[in-house]
């Protein structure tokens, strides 16, 4: 027994198992390591949360019939979730296993939940969410999916950090006081008398379009009043108690734009979202009192030029159609965080059949109130979607040919001023060039974009319905078709014709003289033209104030008796008579020089156009809801 004991002692100090009467006993070292498992103890089961989300509470001011709590992941997304789901998501911390979640969830939450509950929860709803991380995964980095929205900002790239963006809304956060706010409101409704009814708000325009140097200049200050929209942003979410994320720029629809993640105010009322949403219309107001300002101790008529159109910007943010202002505005009257995602179910819940009732039922989730505003939003959206998408279909030949005529003017004129040495030339002709490929890129991108999802979403609708994909397939070629034909045979209206530049500074080498009249023969019911018998019309007569007329481009004057014209048509002439017009027969065909400038030259009003319209804003989120789960 002795030496048995001993050589026993001597095998555990080993770590050799030894015989026993329970069977083959382990060490103490080899439990510990886990290498090999302890009958009748299972490893609980840690839950943690993804990495960088944070909780933002409940959405106060909601327009839910139940309350929502707001989530937002690392990535940038905002996820909605249930109070059962944010209790527990909010008692995961990495150290408490679920059998503890189930207590301290049971504790907050009023009724008992089990600790398969909430393995349930996390598995099913919390785990596909992307607020926390798969068992077994060992980063906690995970791969949620997105809400793909079209009318979301895309590309975005950070202009000023967290950082400094909340140092300077903590120094601007006094203009948001009631009385300031005020005092502001009083000094824009007096500018507004003084320019527009005494000084005349149009005439500091046209003495920038006669000097067109000064486009720069007012294109700059446009830019630097978008800059100041968005700290209008960031200062108001930090007066109302919330924490200004970053300021950045991306792509919106075809324009370049500029946002603020302002996603803290989830957590605040709904005055403290409103007062966000807009703080930067109320900033643009207060950078036009300073250019006013400005011109009061300058006499320069381009500050008031930035202040006629600082009213059009903000016009354009109070515009709720869009992922602009007053779409933000409108989604917080409602309560709603997500208009563009209740689209969907507002049309289904139209529709009979099982989707139509599952989507009456999401309806119903929404107070009377929210979901009255919300579906004549819906009601009213859409078919200006569609008509305006029908709109630039039936026109684009037309905006595919002007919009290449164009560019290449604007890329050779530009490259001719370069090689010439004429260096300030040239880099306005690119800016010209990058206002005229950021629409041309944003069409194709929508295009493409708009044509993947209708394609995808055909097939999943029809997937298993051969009868219906065929009648789709055929509605889709009869409208191609159809819309092909007035393409070819020219029911569309035609290409605009060619024109001066209005900032001749933006296109260098583009002419700034109306292009020839290009001669258009009519042909007779034979079809013979002789040309001994042709006889041209005159552009037009000088009008007696022809010398005295001011215009941004002068008009090519035609003399008192008419003259031939050359036989060999301009390279520019562009303009076509429709074909099939009634002459009388025997009578020689009449040659009519038609295009810009026909007719008398006398002083024409200018048209005001904003060289800072690639630029617009959007006060949006870095990430937009996902749909609820509950």
Not at 66 to 95: C, F, K, M, T, W
Not at 422 to 442: S, T
Not at 568 to 596: L, T
Request: with cysteine.
């Amino acid at each position: 027994m002795t030496l048995l004991g001993d050589n026993a002692a001597a095998l555990y100090e080993t770590g050799t198992p030894v015989p026993g009467p329970g069977g083959m006993p382990v060490t103490y070292e080899q439990v510990a390591s886990g290498g090999l498992p302890v009958v009748g103890m299972e490893k609980p089961v840690v839950p943690r949360l993804s990495a960088g989300l944070q909780l933002h509470g409940e959405y106060q001011g909601s327009g839910f019939t139940e309350p929502r709590y707001i989530a937002r992941r690392g990535d940038g997304q905002v996820v909605q979730l249930s109070r059962l789901l944010h209790l527990v998501a909010s008692s995961v911390d990495g150290s408490r296993d679920i059998e503890t979640i189930a207590h301290r969830v049971s504790a907050r939450f009023g009724r008992e939940v089990s600790a398969e509950n909430i393995r349930y929860l996390i598995e099913n709803k919390l785990d596909p969410l992307g607020v926390t991380v798969p068992e077994g995964q060992e980063d906690d980095q995970v791969s949620a999916p997105r809400s793909d929205l079209l009318l979301a900002l895309k590309g975005h790239r950070v202009l000023f950090n967290e950082r400094r963006v909340t140092a300077i809304a903590r120094a601007l956060a006094w203009l948001h006081r009631p009385l300031v706010v005020a005092a502001v409101l009083v000094g824009i409704a007096a500018l507004d008398v003084w320019l527009f009814v005494f000084f005349g708000a149009i005439t500091p325009v046209l003495e920038v379009l006669d000097q067109p140097v000064l486009l720069l200049v007012v294109f700059v200050l446009t830019v630097a009043s978008l800059v100041f929209h968005e700290f209008g942003h960031a200062s108001a979410c930090r007066y109302g108690g919330a924490r200004p994320g970053c300021i950045g720029c991306g792509l919106f629809l075809i324009w370049p734009s500029m946002y603020t993640d302002v996603t803290d105010v989830y957590r605040i009322g709904r005055a403290g979202r409103l007062r966000t949403d807009l703080g930067g219309v109320y900033f643009n107001v207060v950078f036009m009192l300073a250019m006013a300002g400005a011109y009061a101790l300058s006499g320069q008529a381009f500050f008031l030029a930035a202040v006629y159109l600082g009213h059009f910007e903000i016009l354009e943010q109070l515009m709720p159609a869009v992922r602009l202002d007053g779409y933000y505005i409108l989604g917080d009257l409602a309560g709603v965080p997500d208009l563009y995602g209740k689209i969907k179910p507002i049309l289904l819940s139209l529709v009979p059949g099982a989707k139509g009732r599952k989507a009456r039922a999401e309806v119903a989730a929404l107070k009377k109130s929210a979901r009255t505003i919300v579906a004549t939003w819906v009601l009213t959206m859409v078919p200006l979607l569609v008509g305006e998408l029908g709109y630039a279909l039936w026109n684009l030949p037309r905006i595919t040919a002007t919009m290449i005529r164009s560019l290449s003017e604007q890329l050779v004129g530009t490259g001719d001023a370069f090689v010439q040495g004429q260096i300030a030339a040239g880099l306005m002709g690119v800016v010209g060039c990058v206002m005229l490929l950021c629409p041309m890129a944003g069409v194709v991108y929508l295009s493409v974009k708009l044509g993947g999802r209708l394609w995808r979403g055909a097939v999943k609708s029809t997937a298993g319905r051969p009868r219906l994909r065929v009648a789709l397939c055929a509605l889709f070629l009869v409208g191609l078709g159809g819309l092909s034909y007035a393409w070819v045979s020219g029911l569309t209206p035609e290409p605009l014709p060619k024109k001066p530049p209005i900032a001749p500074i933006l296109q260098p080498g583009v002419s700034t003289s109306p292009p020839p009249a290009r001669r258009v023969t009519t042909p007779d019911r034979s079809g013979a033209t002789p040309p001994s018998t042709a006889r041209t019309a005159p552009v037009g007569t000088a009008s007696p104030n022809a010398s005295a007329a001011r215009s941004v481009s002068a008009s090519p004057s035609g003399s008192a008796s008419p003259k031939p014209s050359s036989s060999k048509p301009s390279s520019r002439g562009v303009i076509g008579q429709p074909s099939g017009s009634p002459v009388a027969s025997g009578q020689p065909p009449v040659s009519v020089p038609v295009g810009p400038g026909s007719g008398s030259p006398s002083a024409s009003s200018s048209v005001v156009q904003s060289p800072s319209a690639p630029v617009s804003s959007s006060q949006t989120p870095a990430g937009s809801p996902t749909p609820t789960a509950s």
